[in-house]
T-cell receptor, first 117, second 114 residues
Framework: AQTVTQSQPEMSVQEAETVTLSCTYD???????LFWYKQPPSRQMILVIR??????QNATENRFSVNFQKAAKSFSLKISDSQLGDAAMYFCAYTGRSGAGSYQLTFGKGTKLSVIP | NAGVTQTPKFQVLKTGQSMTLQCAQD?????MSWYRQDPGMGLRLIHY???????DQGEVPNGYNVSRSTTEDFPLRLLSAAPSQTSVYFC?????????????FGPGTRLTVL
């Protein structure tokens, strides 16, 4: 079974600074998808960014970018120019592209990010 | 579009009671799923459906039943509630029969079992 590990339960960053959240995963598949979801205090889960494993290029979405290291099975999220609204729980997630595993999304335990004004 | 809606938002049950958590989406999504979120545990998949009439178990299915009679609705049933089922429950949906597309989540239901 696939596992997703987020080793940083909590992190903090100064407003306007850059922060990187770590995620590692374990899989025997060669093709899969990775995600970062954000959960603010409102509890609403929101997709931040998605990476397809067969794509070499790291995904970017405005101030959010990833560092995808397939061989190391690492998928970190970088938030640039941090804003107060970035304060939230961030979840890393994995799903396979084919087979039985492609129907299930496996989440890490989350990293709580605080933004200091 | 209302997106993914869940009712109720909060619920308190006594041990042994039954109830149904409702989930509906108006985006014509084929894939729907239920997760539970416990402190320090992230989200764990309970059951999922890849289309009307098709359901399957996720990581933590025990104590829960689901059915999918229409594309829009995917209710989660607790037949005999236990304190271990105290959690926040999220319903989600995505286009196509698989979750590698963006999943849209409902606002969640906070369930307490006494």
């Amino acid at each position: 079974a696939q596992t997703v590990t987020q080793s940083q339960p909590e992190m903090s960053v100064q407003e306007a600074e850059t922060v990187t959240l770590s995620c590692t995963y374990d899989t025997s598949e060669s093709d899969y998808y990775l995600f970062w979801y954000k959960q603010p205090p409102s509890r609403q889960m929101i997709l931040v960014i998605r990476q397809e494993a067969y794509k070499q290029q790291n995904a970017t979405e405005n101030r959010f970018s990833v560092n995808f290291q397939k061989a190391a099975k690492s998928f970190s999220l970088k938030i640039s120019d941090s804003q107060l609204g970035d304060a939230a729980m961030y979840f890393c997630a994995y799903t396979g592209r084919s087979g039985a595993g492609s129907y299930q999304l496996t989440f890490g335990k989350g990293t709580k990010l605080s933004v200091i004004p | 579009n209302a997106g993914v809606t869940q009712t109720p938002k909060f619920q308190v049950l006594k041990t042994g009671q039954s109830m149904t958590l409702q989930c509906a989406q108006d985006m014509n999504h084929e894939y729907m799923s239920w997760y539970r979120q416990d402190p320090g545990m992230g989200l764990r998949l309970i059951h999922y459906s890849v289309g009307a009439g098709i359901t399957d178990q996720g990581e933590v299915p025990n104590g829960y039943n689901v059915s999918r009679s229409t594309t829009e609705d995917f209710p989660l049933r607790l037949l005999s509630a236990a304190p271990s089922q105290t959690s926040v429950y999220f319903c989600a949906s995505s286009y196509s029969g698989q979750p590698y597309n963006e999943q849209f989540f409902g606002p969640g239901t906070r369930l307490t079992v006494l």
